[in-house]
Nanobody
Framework: QVQLVESGGGLVQPGGSLRLSCAAS????????MSWYRQAPGKERELIANIMPTGSSTNYADSVKGRFTISRDNARDTVFLQMHSLKPEDTAVYYC??????????????WGKGTLVTVSS
């Protein structure tokens, strides 16, 4: 059974930091590109960061570049999102996503249930 379980969300003041985690199970984690998306109230879900299966390459949305860092630990089947200098506009539900990149997993696409991040004073 495939599971992606996000944790680490919560209420933080502007300028603060949070670290999100996403624990994966039920699939071969090291064969998947891992991504973090977010969805703010009344807005569409947006891709904010992803990391290739080996961790060799990362990509970020302009809105978070320089403030957020995505990383992964393939030994623990976990992906992280370290967030610094948080702004009220970062308030959203943050989702973990796994996309298969190996031929045997091509087309596989899994989602977590999300964790809420609220940036407010």
């Amino acid at each position: 059974q495939v599971q992606l379980v996000e944790s680490g969300g919560g209420l933080v003041q502007p300028g603060g930091s949070l670290r999100l985690s996403c624990a994966a199970s039920g699939f071969i984690f090291s064969r998947y590109t891992m991504s973090w998306y977010r969805q703010a109230p009344g807005k569409e879900r947006e891709l904010i960061a992803n990391i290739m299966p080996t961790g060799s390459s990362t990509n970020y949305a302009d809105s978070v570049k320089g403030r957020f860092t995505i990383s992964r630990d393939n030994a623990r089947d976990t992906v992280f999102l370290q967030m610094h200098s948080l702004k009220p506009e970062d308030t959203a539900v943050y989702y973990c996503n796994a996309k298969g990149t190996w031929p045997s997993e091509y087309g596989m696409d899994y989602w977590g249930k999300g964790t809420l991040v609220t940036v407010s004073s």
